[in-house]
């Protein structure tokens, strides 16, 4: 079993729709919840990040994480085209000095006009 | 130049050259990664280095050699490659502590084609 699964799509949504982007994980001592987006031929760049289950949220973007699910979401409301992009999970276990951040597959997703 | 960079953007080379990536930060970080990205496959996690000494060696075959002669700059040389290991290297740079989320901030990366 992966330690993250992500669906990786691809999602084809209409412009203004809700995407619901979905991760599930295996290890408990997981700490640190993070959502990137990668742009084709970019870099993943950090979306938003969280620790504690619950909503947070950040304009149009809410993370959301359920520990005892172990299941995290990122929602976009109102998605416009250029939500679209490959948004990866990525869940941080620190145990003592040792850190390991963990990549889902990412989910291809494209929001048309 | 800002946040973190990678040079070359694109390389093809043939099984038995010999290249190096070059990454650079520019963000004051103290931690710095190689990641490979292969199509519809979580990145790997391949090497990291904190304050220039290299904790983390995932198993990462002899023919990539990473070399982190300080901590804004990291490398990794490329020997006698094999076709699978065409794919997308990524940089990426964090401040690394036990008060930190280890946020890491990525490179463009470099799209690698071993023919």
């Known amino acids: 079993q992966k330690e993250v699964e992500q669906d990786p799509g691809p999602l084809s949504v209409p412009e203004g729709a809700i995407v619901s982007l979905n991760c599930t994980y295996s290890?408990?001592?997981?700490?640190?919840f993070m959502w990137y987006r990668q742009y084709s031929r970019k870099g993943p760049e950090l979306l938003m990040y969280?620790?504690?289950?619950g909503n947070k949220e950040d304009g149009r973007f809410t993370a959301q994480v359920d520990k005892s699910s172990k299941y995290i979401s990122l929602f976009i409301r109102d998605s416009q085209p250029s939500d679209s992009a490959t948004y990866l999970c990525?869940?941080?276990?620190?145990?003592?000095?040792?850190?390991?951040?963990?990549f889902g597959s990412g989910t291809q997703l494209t929001v048309l006009p | 130049e800002t946040g973190v960079t990678q040079t070359p953007r694109h390389l093809v080379m043939g099984m038995t050259n010999k290249k190096s990536l070059k990454c650079e930060q520019h963000?004051?970080?103290?931690?710095m990664y190689w990641y490979k990205q292969s199509a519809k496959k979580p990145l790997e996690l391949m090497f990291v280095?904190?304050?220039?000494?290299?904790?983390e060696n995932n198993s990462v075959p002899s023919r990539f050699s990473p070399e982190c002669p300080n901590s804004s700059h990291l490398f990794l040389h490329l020997h006698t490659l094999q076709p699978e290991d065409s794919a997308l290297y990524l940089c990426?740079?964090?401040?690394?502590?036990?008060?930190?989320?280890?946020?890491?901030?990525f490179g463009p990366g470099t799209r690698l084609t071993v023919l």
């Open positions: 990426a740079s964090s401040q690394a502590s036990e008060f930190s989320t280890d946020t890491q901030y």
């Open positions: 290890n408990s001592a997981f700490q640190y």
């Open positions: 969280t620790y504690s289950s």
């Open positions: 990525a869940i941080l276990i620190s145990s003592g000095s040792a850190r390991q951040l963990t």
């Open positions: 963000l004051g970080h103290n931690a």
């Open positions: 280095y904190n304050f220039k000494e290299q904790t």
